[in-house]
């Protein structure tokens, strides 16, 4: 374990002074003066005497988080407690050495969680104390989160996803901190729909699924978190991102069959126009009109304004008869009768 002489001490000395105050009671103190260096070590409270113990060497757990919304939420378990015992909690928001904040709930469940909205707060650190208590006995724990080890990632922003050649390709931008971090700092996993595992990408913002179904369509969605081993920051996984849906043609185009539709395209407009090249010049190129063979006699004539204006009736014949003054003879008189009988029966002079 590993021990810091001079801040053990300025601990123990502030620990006295936390008992002294609380009594049997077990109630914590301001203890955002400390301004404490000690990481992952609990204090431990009791009638009998205090000591310094690690976070993983208790059965109990407690953790607080400071997601992007400023909303800070600090969950706990205690299993070991009797449950007969009481469990308080007291949770201080600190920046440096001064309280800003705080929310105190003197009895809660042995797993619960507590939020608080620091929205306007500077904040560098929180405190939680817990006092479980049962009669004259009484356990307290307290615990202080510094503000980099609790701020948690947003997801990663502008997911770019697209299919080449069979082959899904998956970009994203950094992840938003209220710190700097370099490239190698973070890591990510992808989650493709329906499959059981995701998929861990480290220190880069590319992926590529080879060989994918182009029948199928993929949503995809991405969180983020800080490798532990390489930064020191918060290592719980940020929310996941909005969905990304890449949807797939069930039919995908060959660049031969491209090529070879083309060229039948093509072949087919040229046996048109050889089959058709007649009607089509007729159409493009139209002849000079030429008037139909039945007006051929109107054009031959001399009179060539008699085609456009129509001639006018001729008057009917009149008929005129002669009358000769003969004296009349046996002979002329039977031929007049003959006359006058043919007359009678065609109408006219014969």
Not at 43 to 51: A, E, I, K, L, M
Request: negative net charge; aromatic residues 10%; charged residues 25%.
């Amino acid at each position: 374990m590993k021990r810091f002489p001079v801040k053990f001490l300025l601990w123990s000395s502030l620990l006295v002074l936390w008992v002294l105050q609380s009594g049997t009671n077990g109630n914590s103190a301001d203890i955002c003066k400390a301004d404490s260096e000690i990481e992952f070590q609990i204090h431990v409270q009791t009638p009998s005497g205090n000591d310094f113990v690690e976070k993983e060497d208790l059965e109990e757990t407690f953790v607080c988080l400071l997601y992007p919304s400023n909303e800070l939420n600090c969950s706990w378990s205690f299993h070991t407690m009797d449950k007969d015992s009481q469990l308080s909690v007291h949770i201080r928001v600190c920046n440096r050495d001064v309280e800003v904040h705080s929310l105190k709930e003197e009895s809660v469940e042995r797993d619960a969680s507590a939020t608080l909205d620091i929205t306007g707060f500077e904040m560098s650190s929180v405190v939680l104390h817990f006092n479980m208590s049962l009669h004259d006995n009484w356990t307290a724990y307290t615990f202080m989160f510094y503000k980099n080890t609790i701020d948690i990632l947003s997801p990663p922003p502008r997911i770019n996803a697209s299919v080449k050649d069979k082959d899904l390709s998956v970009t994203w931008d950094k992840p938003l901190s209220r710190y700097f971090y370099n490239e190698m700092c973070f890591e990510y996993q992808l989650d493709m729909g329906d499959q059981k595992k995701h998929k861990t990408i480290e220190k880069m913002r590319l992926y590529t699924e080879q060989k994918v179904d182009p029948t199928r369509t993929y949503r995809l969605r991405m969180r983020a978190r800080i490798i532990a081993n390489n930064c020191e920051g918060c290592t719980e996984w940020s929310h996941w991102s909005h969905t990304v849906v890449v949807e797939q043609s069930v039919f995908t185009l060959n660049p031969l069959v491209v090529i070879l539709l083309t060229l039948a395209i093509h072949l087919i407009l040229a046996v048109l126009l050889l089959r058709y090249r007649r009607r089509l010049i007729d159409v493009l190129f139209p002849p000079i009109p030429h008037p139909p063979p039945k007006y051929k006699y109107f054009l031959e004539k001399s009179d060539t304004f008699n085609f456009f204006y129509p001639a006018m009736p001729a008057k009917p014949e009149e008929e005129i008869t002669e009358v000769e003054d003969i004296e009349k003879s046996p002979q002329n008189t039977s031929l007049e009768k003959h006359q006058m009988d043919l007359k009678d029966k065609c109408g006219h002079v014969w």
